[in-house]
């Protein structure tokens, strides 16, 4: 069974920094794309970052330049890290896996960006 536990939300100004971490067990980790969504309150869950078991990135474009996708194979974890945060941010975030026709998701993690 496919677990994804996300950690690393939490209330910053606008400006700072956080980093996000997804810790995946029960799956071959090194195959599963990873990616990191987010949905704000009142509107529909967006793909903010993603990376392939090949290390490809994507990213919104609402946050290139500023957030950095990143894995580590050994410990089965995905991050981002956050940068020049702004209050359009604030959403809850979640960690996503997905192989072929296969997708777990997270149970979610708040981020809030105070002005």
């Known amino acids: 069974q496919v677990q994804l536990v996300e950690s690393g939300g939490g209330l910053v100004q606008s400006g700072g920094s956080l980093r996000l971490s997804c810790a995946a067990s029960?799956?071959?980790?090194?195959?599963?794309?990873m990616g990191w969504y987010r949905q704000a309150p009142g509107k529909e869950r967006e793909l903010v970052a993603a990376?392939?078991?090949?290390?490809?990135?994507n990213y919104a474009d609402s946050v290139k330049g500023r957030f950095t996708i990143s894995r580590d194979n050994v410990k089965n974890t995905v991050y981002l890290q956050m940068n020049n945060l702004k209050p359009e941010d604030t959403a809850v975030y979640y960690c996503?896996?997905?192989?072929?026709?296969?997708?777990?998701w997270g149970q979610g993690t708040q981020v809030t960006v105070s002005s």
């Open positions: 996503n896996a997905r192989s072929g026709l296969r997708s777990s």
């Open positions: 029960g799956l071959i980790f090194r195959v599963y794309d």
């Open positions: 990376i392939t078991s090949g290390r490809i990135t």
